[in-house]
């Protein structure tokens, strides 16, 4: 009997190309990463040899644990959660090729201080808070500017472009107002020319708005709860600042 994760991701992978043919973009445009949080490597292992490519933790423990396990099975890391300056060094013996989640000047100055050290570089999207909620991490969407062109100036990074957690609401008109949001502060990014800064990334929509995300320019979808089943936790539990 096939797997429940191999149904699942074929019935991610049919959402996508739906809503990318509602959208009239080609399904390649959209980039699924697989969210992996409390996932085993053992079942992530089941996603990945069906033909994934991209996974994303939210917390440093995580991807140490799972690391060895999955390091032989071809795939991209990203890190989707929020950085702290006491996890940098070891973040970075891991393979992760992108941080999704950067959103203060003083923590990419550490992280590019650590690169510049071991002569790296790090692909990097500034994490907007388009919500609103104080729970959540993110730059304000006034500020994104500003934050985009002080990255510039940090050798070791790559700005590629932006990411947002729509609002944890059912009403898909209020996520949608989020994700619009993000494309606005986009679209001021690339009027100002920074030099170095690519703005070609737009990661926002998981499992529950992925049909939004997609509508309003999403190039990566983070999909765990309706690939690997419902968590322990709530998806808050891994964005607010008041947890652990």
Request: hydrophobic content about 35%; overall charge neutral; glycine content about 6%.
């Amino acid at each position: 009997m096939e797997d429940p994760i191999i149904n699942n991701l074929n019935n991610i992978q049919r959402r996508i190309k739906e809503a990318c043919a509602r959208s009239k973009r080609p399904p390649e445009d959209v980039r699924l990463l697989l969210a992996t949080k409390t996932v085993p490597a053992e079942r992530i292992k089941i996603a990945l040899q069906s033909g994934c490519t991209l996974i994303g933790e939210n917390k440093v423990q995580e991807v140490r644990e799972k690391f060895a396990s999955l390091k032989d099975i071809p795939h991209q890391n990203h890190f989707i959660g929020h950085l702290q300056s006491n996890k940098i060094k070891e973040l970075l013996r891991y393979d992760i090729s992108c941080i999704h989640s950067l959103d203060r000047l003083d923590i990419a100055g550490k992280l590019n201080q650590r690169l510049l050290q071991e002569s790296k570089t790090m692909e990097v999207l500034i994490q907007v808070n388009t919500s609103g909620e104080e729970s959540k991490f993110g730059v304000f969407p006034e500020d994104a500017v500003k934050l985009a062109q002080q990255l510039s100036e940090l050798k070791a990074l790559r700005v590629r472009g932006l990411m947002t957690i729509g609002l944890f609401s059912a009403d898909q008109e209020k996520v949608r107002q989020c994700f619009r949001l993000l494309q606005f502060v986009r679209q001021e990014i690339m009027n100002q020319h920074i030099t170095g800064v690519e703005m070609k990334e737009l990661s926002m929509g998981m499992s529950g708005d992925l049909e939004t995300a997609i509508e309003e320019g999403a190039t990566i979808v983070r999909i765990g709860t309706d690939i690997f089943g419902k968590r322990i936790y709530p998806d808050s539990y891994y964005w607010s600042e008041n947890k652990v």
